[in-house]
């Protein structure tokens, strides 16, 4: 009998990267954050979209862009977990008379997989994750920008003649469609707010007698706020709030799924230290499966950046500082870099690499 490893594909694909309510969703991959500047930044971009980020984190940020742009990115992800694993992003902005059109490509894969029988190599093949994304956005006012995005998702995590020869059914491959919609709002001189709902979309399927996994529909909302600006001197911050609504079935709720008490999230050190979930209504544990991102910026004289940022996701054990910083060549071309692996309970490294131009 043939000795295959498509439980660990499916493990890499869906459940390794986020955890929680997110980990009941499938195409998981679209929830890893592109861009080495996003990433120092604690991965609070919402409020911020200027590049050609915007259609990964907030369409609308497209609006307010008036020149074109393109951003590459490649990280060995997370080697400890799988050294053959690795994630590109390549995202761009035209800016044209009638609006603001963007896309963007998202690839990951786990590397080489392989199916044995009698210990003799039957069959290789790579799993990958692929997102592609058409954005659109206009500038209703000066200060005021709405967009959205549309989206292919597809998913292979092994061959047909794999699945059925482990007698789960047929499939091993999943696509879908999604939307995103984004705002984004000047609220002042120094002040921007953001706002985007994405991968909204019908679900994947993976195995064609197997059940549909819901998209990690993901809500962020951000802030950005500058708190110095000269010329040579430039201080921002910028924070968001990220909630994925997953799994969530709203029509077996009751009464005592909404009992929140204040007093139980007190305990929720004790998950930390013992390991141990404390009793929590549904409400609770959704509030505590909310996302929260804080960055700050600082950038000498358009040329030089450092940036350090701050990620928690609770349930998900995701929580520390990130780093980053860059360089700006000619105030077009620029090279970033943004580190998280702070952030996971093991140890690993994850360094991003961006590079960006703008003309």
């Known amino acids: 009998m043939k000795k295959i490893l498509v439980f660990i594909v499916f ?7 986020v955890f929680s309510t997110a980990s009941q969703a499938g195409a998981i991959f679209l929830m890893i954050y592109p861009g080495s500047r996003a990433v120092g930044l604690g991965n609070a971009y919402t409020a911020i979209s200027d590049d050609a980020l915007a259609s990964y984190y907030n369409p609308a940020g497209l609006g ?3 020149k074109r742009d393109i951003v590459l990115m490649h990280v060995e992800w997370l080697p400890a ?7 590109e992003y390549a995202g761009a902005v035209v800016p044209t008379k009638y609006g603001v059109f963007g896309g963007s490509l998202i690839y990951l894969t786990t590397g080489e997989t392989s199916a044995t029988e009698s210990n003799d190599e039957t ?4 799993t990958f994750d692929l997102a592609v994304t058409l954005s659109y956005a206009y500038k209703l006012k000066e200060n005021l920008s709405v967009g959205a995005s549309g989206k292919f998702i597809y998913s292979f995590l092994a061959p047909d003649w794999v699945v059925q020869d482990f007698d789960i059914g047929s499939g091993g491959q999943g696509r879908s469609v999604a939307l995103d919609l984004g705002v984004i709002y000047n609220a002042g001189k120094t002040t921007t707010l953001g706002a985007s709902l994405s991968n909204i979309g019908p679900g994947i399927q993976y195995i064609a007698e197997g059940s549909i996994d819901d998209l990690p529909c993901a809500l962020r909302l951000g802030i950005k706020q500058m708190i110095l600006e000269n010329k040579l001197n430039k201080l921002l911050f910028t924070t968001d709030i990220t909630k994925v609504f997953a799994g969530i079935e709203l029509d077996s709720l009751n009464d005592s799924d909404f009992v929140f008490e204040i007093s139980k999230l007190a305990l929720k050190k004790n998950r930390l230290e013992n390991d141990t979930i404390p009793p929590l209504s549904m409400l609770e544990a959704e509030f505590l499966d909310t996302w929260l991102s804080f960055g700050l910026e600082y950038l000498y004289y358009d040329l030089f950046a450092l940036r350090t940022g701050y990620f928690l996701d609770y349930f ?3 929580m520390g500082f990130t780093f980053g910083g860059g ?4 105030n077009s071309i620029r090279i970033d870099l943004g580190v998280d692996q702070d952030i996971y309970n093991f140890d ?7 590079i960006g131009f703008r003309w």
């Open 11 to 17: 493990l890499f694909s869906t459940t390794v990267l």
């Open 64 to 66: 307010l862009q008036e």
């Open 81 to 87: 977990l799988s050294p053959d694993m690795y994630y």
């Open 123 to 126: 069959a290789t093949w790579n």
């Open 316 to 318: 998900g054990e995701r």
């Open 327 to 330: 360089v700006v060549v000619k």
């Open 348 to 354: 690993t490294t994850n360094y991003r690499i961006s």
